[in-house]
């Protein structure tokens, strides 16, 4: 098991930021073009709540098709953050925790936590995840500067 953290000061409050996690195309295109993430069902309007399970195509950099990634909801809230267990056929543990912390300046301190087992390819995936997370908490910051 392998642990990954980032974390970043984002321009924008924690009640916008939650709630611009609870929308499916902020998800695709914070991680865009590291990883693309299409619903199964084909269906963009699902929610992320406690007990949920989404299944995703999922594509490393939009083109390596890497089979079925499932998404299942543990906890999500403004209060307690967001803590998902997921998985693929290459990657059986990807637990990720996202904290929102506010701060006094009108900003959020914004955390990406995430524990890795995959193997004999977990040093490999984790070096992978250390540069996607980086990749999407600039996004993120990027996408916030620009609606604020």
């Not at 984002?10 to 993430?37: G, I, S």
Request: net charge positive; aromatic share 14%.
């Amino acid at each position: 098991m392998k642990t990954v953290r980032k974390t970043s000061i984002f321009p924008a409050d924690k009640n916008e930021v939650f709630r611009r996690l609870l929308e499916l195309k902020t998800l695709r295109h914070v991680a865009y073009p590291c990883a693309t993430f299409t619903p199964v069902d084909g269906k963009d309007d699902m929610k992320w709540e406690p007990g949920s399970t989404s299944c995703f195509h999922f594509r490393l950099f939009g083109f390596i098709p890497l089979g079925i990634h499932t998404i299942n909801v543990i906890r999500f809230s403004l209060e307690e953050g967001m803590y998902t267990h997921e998985a693929n056929k290459f990657v059986p543990v990807w637990n990720h925790e996202i904290i929102l912390e506010e701060m006094p300046d009108g900003k959020c301190r914004y955390t990406d936590i995430v524990e890795i087992n995959a193997g004999w390819k977990t040093f490999f995936v984790s070096l992978w995840a250390n540069c996607f997370y980086a990749h999407r908490q600039k996004k993120w910051i990027k996408l916030l500067n620009k609606e604020n």
